[in-house]
Nanobody
Framework: QVQLAESGGGLAQAGGSLTLSCAASWRPYSSHVLGWFRQGPGLEREFVAAIRWGDGSTNYADSVKGRFTISRDNAKNTVFLQMNSLKPEDTAVYYC??????????????????WGQGTQVTVSS
């Protein structure tokens, strides 16, 4: 059964850091893309970052470039999102997602095939 399990959300102060983890229940293929999305209150789900499992290439939303880093641990089938210099506008439910088609670096939620349950991140000012 394909599952993605997020962890690591919580409360942080502005300027602080949090690290999210997402454990996949399968061993991703080199072509698979694992990504992070977020959805703030009353907002649409938006792309944050993604990583291609095989070569580790990454893609980021402009709003998080230079502050967030996505990485993976091949041995643990886990992807991480290191979030630094957090801002109140980063407050959202963060979702891990997997695209198993292997085409490009999708930033549209509909392009992803599997989703985690989400983890809340709250940044206070």
């Amino acid at each position: 059964q394909v599952q993605l399990a997020e962890s690591g959300g919580g409360l942080a102060q502005a300027g602080g850091s949090l690290t999210l983890s997402c454990a996949a229940s399968w061993r991703p293929y080199s072509s698979h893309v694992l990504g992070w999305f977020r959805q703030g209150p009353g907002l649409e789900r938006e792309f944050v970052a993604a990583i291609r499992w095989g070569d580790g290439s990454t893609n980021y939303a402009d709003s998080v470039k230079g502050r967030f880093t996505i990485s993976r641990d091949n041995a643990k089938n886990t992807v991480f999102l290191q979030m630094n210099s957090l801002k109140p506008e980063d407050t959202a439910v963060y979702y891990c997602a997997a695209d198993i088609t292997g085409w490009g670096f999708p930033q549209i939620p509909d392009r992803y095939d599997y989703w985690g349950q989400g983890t809340q991140v709250t940044v206070s000012s």
